[in-house]
């Protein structure tokens, strides 16, 4: 099974950035492609650019997602709509942005696979491309963010062995830094945005883990590529820390 075996794919977060450049990468290989996210200017710019299918909701809306879903009969689904609030350590949290994480990037991910998977199952045939994070694999201070990636990776790692048997196949993706307006969101205070956007290195680009996510899924039917982790050659992870405890 390779791309040209799969007819229709949906892909989440499909506005800006990874998910953008994967409803084009996809396009370019001959795919109907449902573009789903809340802004409806940049989803018809990259209608008229792709010849893609805009969905203009909201993944929280669990009732309009599984509508949605329903409604079509899709072969690849990219789980890509997600965000991080970087600033924020868990104690440092609000209610709001905790909650909006988790639903955007976990609740959503989960009911967009159970619309999606009961088809699947039954014609034989299907791709779920979870795009999870370095920060789901690796420690980093932004806990309820690398909780929601961490979640993904065992729910790919588990809806492998559901699926067994079933030629459904199931892909987890994790970058470290992309370009992208991911920093735009995570960050409200303009300076601190700027420092953080500005990683100083040769950063991956949206493209290239589309790149990676159309490898996955034109691989041949006998291959599930697992996981792919891909980051800029010149960022790294770990290390040793030694933090003395602040005086009271
Ligand atoms: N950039 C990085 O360094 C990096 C690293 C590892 C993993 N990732 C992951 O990659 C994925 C894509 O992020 P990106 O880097 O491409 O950032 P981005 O440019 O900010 O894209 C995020 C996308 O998610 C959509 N989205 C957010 N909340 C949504 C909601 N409630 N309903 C529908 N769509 C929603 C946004 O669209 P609307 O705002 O129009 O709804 C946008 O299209 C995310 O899951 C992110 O966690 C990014």
């Known amino acids: 099974m390779t791309l040209s075996d799969y007819r229709t794919a949906v892909v989440t977060g499909a506005s800006s950035g990874i998910g953008a450049a994967t409803v084009e990468a996809l396009r370019g290989r001959g795919l109907e492609v449902y573009a789903v996210a809340r802004r409806a200017d940049r989803l018809a710019a990259l209608a008229e650019r792709t010849g893609c299918v805009a969905r203009v909701l909201d993944v929280r809306d669990t009732d309009a997602l599984t509508v949605m879903l329903g409604s079509l009969e899709a072969d690849v689904l990219v789980n890509n709509a997600g965000l991080g609030r970087a600033a924020r350590t868990l104690a440092d949290a609000t209610t709001e942005d905790v909650?909006?994480?988790?639903?955007?990037?976990?609740?959503?991910?989960?009911?967009?696979?159970?619309?999606?998977?009961?088809?699947?199952?039954?014609?034989?045939?299907?791709?779920v491309v979870n795009v999870g994070s370095m920060a789901g694999l690796y420690p980093l201070a932004s806990s309820v963010y690398g909780a929601s990636k961490g979640a993904l990776h065992v729910l790919s790692m588990d809806l492998r062995l559901e699926l067994a048997g079933t030629g459904v196949r199931i892909t987890e993706i994790c970058p470290g830094r992309v370009r992208t307006e991911f920093y735009d969101v995570a960050v409200d205070d303009p300076e601190l945005r700027a420092r953080l956007k500005e990683s100083g290195v040769d950063e991956v680009t949206a493209g290239d883990v589309a790149d990676a996510i159309v490898y996955?899924?034109?691989?041949?039917?006998?291959?599930?590529?697992?996981?792919i982790e891909l980051q800029p050659t010149e960022q790294t992870y770990g290390g040793m820390q030694f933090t003395p405890r602040e005086e009271r």
């Open 99 to 127: 909650d909006r994480i988790l639903s955007t990037n976990v609740v959503a991910a989960v009911h967009a696979a159970r619309a999606v998977l009961p088809g699947m199952r039954d014609r034989g045939r299907g791709h």
């Open 216 to 227: 996955a899924v034109d691989a041949p039917w006998r291959v599930n590529v697992n996981r």
